[in-house]
């Protein structure tokens, strides 16, 4: 295929902001970014000439989409929708979320991601298991009665069954075995610590010992006191550890955001945490305003990744250039992609969004 050229007025790579320059594509990586002076005039160019150009966002939680949430519809057609709802907010990629359940829902979703994978489904990672290896006393809108701690053996089952399609298992480290940590880490999983009363010393324990990041910074978790610093604190003061927050103003103050971003700076990345209406199966999420509720329970958001984007800047203060990377590189770091995405430069796979100059209402596009 024959090279393009995406002009735009200003082009974010993921390190810093070129203006009137282009990026140039073909098939499907980017092969270079130049001045637009220095542009072959012979080559096929698409002039965005009142816009931005970013790298496509990644969304490393997100559960359904309209109106078909994954673990009740475990089918392709739900991953579709998930993909295109993702797109529609500037991710061109995202990992469906699995909430605590019975194993035979997470099995059919595992095949579910596999099957859409080999029908050339485009845009989802793999899965991302929250739970059930969770703390009760932190459940948030989990199913009590299906949290547990796991045995080895149960462990090696899912492990088994989900190879090359379970990416991430949210856990609460304090009611796992040494064991079953030390098996996920093996497995080449990313490991992130959620939904867990673990105290400071437990948390930072376990940042040495495998995992890698926290679910939802601030969420069903020991908060930091001032003399219980708890899973929080851990996280502040924990080098290493990285931390995924939702940027909607509910399960978040914007002021908490803020000082966490402060302290945690470029260890903190952005998910949706979106759900969507349900009226089937344990979690039957209801929207309440801007965001959902079941049972009287926050459960989960309504953001797309450019709203989240949106609110980091507007609300929390943050520089546009590190807010985009909160919702590109960092989390491509964190699942040790940024070799391939996060970046507008060459050598990276050529998925962009394409976003309006002023980041207003505007429709985003992904392009590549």
Known sequence: ??????????????????????????????????????LDQQMEAVNFSDRILAPAFIDLQIYGAYEKLFSVYADTDSLQLLN???????????????????????????????????????????????????????????????????????????????KDV????????EVCS????????S??????????????????QSYDNGITAVTHLYNAMSPLQHRSPGLVGAAFNHQQIRASIIAD????????????????????FAITDAVTTTTEGYYQHQPDGDKYAAGNILSGSALTMYKA??????????????????????????????????RIAAGFKAKIVLLPELLDDTAVQIIS
């Open 84 to 162: 295109k709802y993702s797109n529609s907010g500037g991710a061109a990629f995202c990992m469906p979320t699995v909430a605590t359940n019975r194993p035979e829902v997470f099995f059919k979703c595992i095949d579910a991601i596999r099957l859409y994978w080999q029908q050339g489904g485009e845009g989802i990672l793999g899965l991302h298991a929250e739970g059930p290896w969770i703390n009760k006393l932190k459940k948030g809108a989990h199913i009590e009665s299906l949290i547990h701690s796991p045995s080895l053996k149960e462990v090696e089952a899912l492990l088994e069954y989900g």
């Open 309 to 342: 984007l949106q609110n980091l800047i507007k609300h929390v203060g943050i520089e546009t250039g590190e807010a985009l990377r909160m919702c590109s590189l960092y989390p491509a770091q964190v699942m040790q992609m940024d070799d391939q995405l996060g």
């Open 249 to 268: 103003g509910f399960h978040v103050d914007y002021a908490a955001i803020s000082i966490a971003k402060k302290i945690m700076q470029q260890r903190l």
């Open 178 to 185: 040494k064991e079953v940590i030390n098996l996920i880490h």
């Open 166 to 173: 379970i990416k991430i298992i949210t856990l609460a480290p």
């Open 187 to 204: 497995s080449g999983i990313k490991i992130f610590a959620g939904h867990s009363n673990a105290t400071y010393d437990e948390a930072m």
């Open 1 to 38: 295929m024959a090279a393009k050229a995406y002009i735009a007025k200003h082009i974010f790579t993921g390190e810093q902001w070129l203006h009137e320059h282009a990026a140039i594509v073909a098939d499907g990586i980017i092969t270079d970014v130049l001045p637009v002076t220095s």
